[in-house]
């Protein structure tokens, strides 16, 4: 036991956690209203330990966004445009097909693409798309489409979520995205996100999408007008749903970006805020295996710290984000596999590849074996040079 934790006020609730007890809604929020933050790191640091050992993982990904027009207005989002914006784009499906080929050549096993809700694309384009990326190499894993997308395509293809998510399956998509979920509790969303999908639409997407074999991620945006109950409400759902169906495969906490946007607020996620909600969201999703530490958002040396504090994965490599970019994040647009071993094992962990699932594509030598074998250091730097020019 840390000394943190055996000279904490929060001594009652790692004793909970070492016998396995579940932490009660009102546990978390205690947890979130602590300020002894290095208690409540130590007790999560203990939990992702015993969850899954001294790996931390990351994934060679590319984002493709394969349009930005959207017919809403979600009041947080600097990603939307509207067809008569200078700046909106769309991709074509050759353009989508050019951006996945260079991908391979980097080593890319998964393509994480999503999009606005566009007002004229027909559902053939997306079923096209996936087919055409999917021919490409069958190894290479297609995430794709948050939950209002999904709600969106089932309108355009008159079908019901589930004919939908199946004809998608059928065509390569083999995990969806867990954006979108914002926060759950109905008067943030509407503050927030007036027109988007209910809580309820979005878990009915995901639960649909397990029932059919599929695996997910799921998020939960925080830091903007949100309360710290709202959170734990917003986490009870998702643990819930865990419960029912296990097919989420991770969680990945998102810290607001309050450039470039119409919600504005008065302090935006600190530092202590977004380390304390990895936490809180590591001791009290117990059903979750892996809590994700989003670079993009946090900056690749605070998701490096949160290493320590309940989070195993880094995300991706990326290579070209958008969402959070146009929203105001000073992060840059990628990361090369070298800076995120160097991160992973400055922080004591062991680096490991996964791919989409989670599931270890590589675990990474000691640096002593590496000294023996020198031609993983120069495939990284070959990979990392390929990167950075991609």
Not at 132 to 146: E, H, I, N, V
Not at 283 to 297: C, P, R, S
Request: charged share 25%.
């Amino acid at each position: 036991m840390s000394f943190a934790i055996q000279h904490s006020t929060l001594r009652d609730l790692y004793d909970k956690v070492v016998v396995g007890e579940r932490l009660s809604d009102a546990d978390a929020l205690r947890l979130f209203e602590s300020k002894d933050i290095n208690a409540v790191g130590a007790i999560a640091d203990f939990a992702r330990q015993r969850k899954v050992g001294n790996r931390a993982s990351y994934i060679l990904n590319r984002y493709i966004n394969y349009s930005n027009y959207c017919i809403l207005s979600c009041q947080f989002c600097s990603f939307a445009r509207k067809k008569r914006d200078a700046d909106g784009f769309e991709l074509t499906i050759e353009q989508m097909v050019q951006k996945a080929r260079e991908a391979l050549a980097l080593g890319i096993t998964e393509l994480h693409i999503v999009g606005g809700l566009h007002p004229s694309l027909p559902f053939s384009y997306y079923v096209d798309f996936l087919k055409a990326l999917k021919a490409l190499d069958p190894r290479l894993q297609l995430k794709c489409f948050t939950a209002i997308e999904i709600l969106h395509l089932a309108w355009l293809a008159k079908k019901s979520v589930e004919e939908t998510l199946l004809e998608l399956k059928a065509a390569g998509l083999e995990s969806l995205t867990g954006g979108g979920a914002e926060i759950f509790r109905k008067e943030v969303r509407h503050a927030i996100a007036r027109g988007k999908e209910s809580a309820e639409e979005y878990l009915t997407v995901h639960r649909a999408w397990h029932r059919l074999g599929g695996r997910s991620t799921c998020t939960m945006l925080f830091g903007h007008v949100e309360k710290l109950e709202d959170r734990v409400h917003h986490l009870s759902l998702l643990r819930a749903l865990q419960d029912e169906t296990h097919g989420f495969t991770g969680f990945v906490a998102l810290p607001y970006q309050p450039e470039n946007n119409d919600i504005p607020v008065r302090v935006p996620p600190t530092g202590f805020d977004q380390l304390r909600t990895i936490a809180v969201s590591r001791l009290y999703l117990d059903n979750f295996d892996h809590i994700t530490a989003y670079w993009v958002g946090m900056g690749l040396k605070l998701a490096q710290v949160a290493l320590s504090y309940g989070a195993d994965d880094l995300h991706g490599t990326i290579v070209e984000e958008h969402i959070f970019h146009m929203a105001g994040a000073k992060s840059p647009q990628l990361q090369t596999e070298a800076e995120m071993v160097k991160a992973i094992r400055e922080a004591g962990r062991t680096p490991v590849q996964r791919n989409t699932f989670y599931e270890a594509v590589r675990e990474w030598p000691t640096e002593a074996a590496e000294v023996a074998a020198p031609t993983n250091s120069v495939k990284s730097k070959v990979l990392e040079r390929n990167l950075a020019t991609a």
